[in-house]
């Protein structure tokens, strides 16, 4: 299996431009996750889906971040319009069943200029 | 904060030396987990405790759990350049399924 697969793996855009971030689970898993990381914060949830369906979102910042996960095989993440306090490491992670160990993707790092 | 505690925040050992990180947390726990990130890369998972576990190994690595205290350590034996990395510790709360990070431990291995 190739693993958990984010895209793009870097992104630069202006202030106010949508950023879309896009994901693909290992084939399988039945939770997703997303995570930022800064230095000043460390590791964030933003949120964690279950078959397709948000679980807790309590971790996306405002109504300015959205997720979705359309299908078992995709998931978005989607930041409109973005600020220069948005710019991290976006890191995306699935698990499946009974084991609860979460594997990572490589991570899109995120400046918004 | 629901983030768990790590500490030491830096670790500067020379190799053949052993690594010790702990991590202390809050709530309570299903499991407790440890991650290893390199620089620039996403998180691997090394090792799970169970709430009902008090130790577990892995190769060169040994996590105890002292649900008591709320406190994990890692212990990284005969340590590598190669082992130089940032290490987490990651809560799963009771009922939940996401996990929770500590804010880690950054570990330098000289050669």
């Known amino acids: 299996d190739a693993g958990v697969i984010q895209s793009p793996r870097h992104e630069v855009t202006e202030m106010g431009q949508e950023v879309t971030l896009r994901c693909k689970p290992i084939s399988g898993h039945d939770y997703l996750f997303w995570y930022r990381q800064t230095m000043m914060r460390g590791l964030e949830l933003l949120i964690y889906?279950?078959?397709?369906?948000?679980?807790?979102d309590s971790g996306m910042p405002e109504d300015r971040f959205s997720a979705k996960m359309p299908n078992a095989s995709f998931s978005t993440l989607k930041i409109q319009p973005s600020e220069p306090r948005d710019s991290a490491v976006y890191f995306c992670a699935s698990s499946g069943g009974l084991n609860e160990k979460l594997f990572f993707g490589s991570g899109t790092q995120l400046s918004v200029l | 904060s629901q983030q768990g505690e790590e500490d030491p925040q830096a670790l500067s050992i020379q190799e053949g030396e052993n690594a010790t990180m702990n991590c202390s947390y809050k709530?309570?726990?299903?499991?407790l987990q440890w991650y290893r990130q390199n620089s620039g890369r996403g998180l691997v998972h090394l090792i799970l405790?169970?709430?009902?576990?008090r130790e577990k190994h892995s190769g060169r690595l040994r996590v105890t759990l002292d649900t008591s205290k709320k406190s994990s350590s890692l212990l990284i034996t005969a340590s590598r350049a190669a082992d130089t990395a940032s290490y987490f510790c990651?809560?799963?709360?009771?009922?939940?399924?996401?996990?929770?990070f500590g804010s880690g431990t950054r570990l330098q291995v000289q050669p």
């Open positions: 709530t309570s726990i299903n499991n």
């Open positions: 405790i169970r709430s009902n576990e």
């Open positions: 889906f279950n078959n397709n369906v948000p679980i807790d």
């Open positions: 990651a809560k799963m709360d009771t009922g939940r399924r996401a996990l929770t």
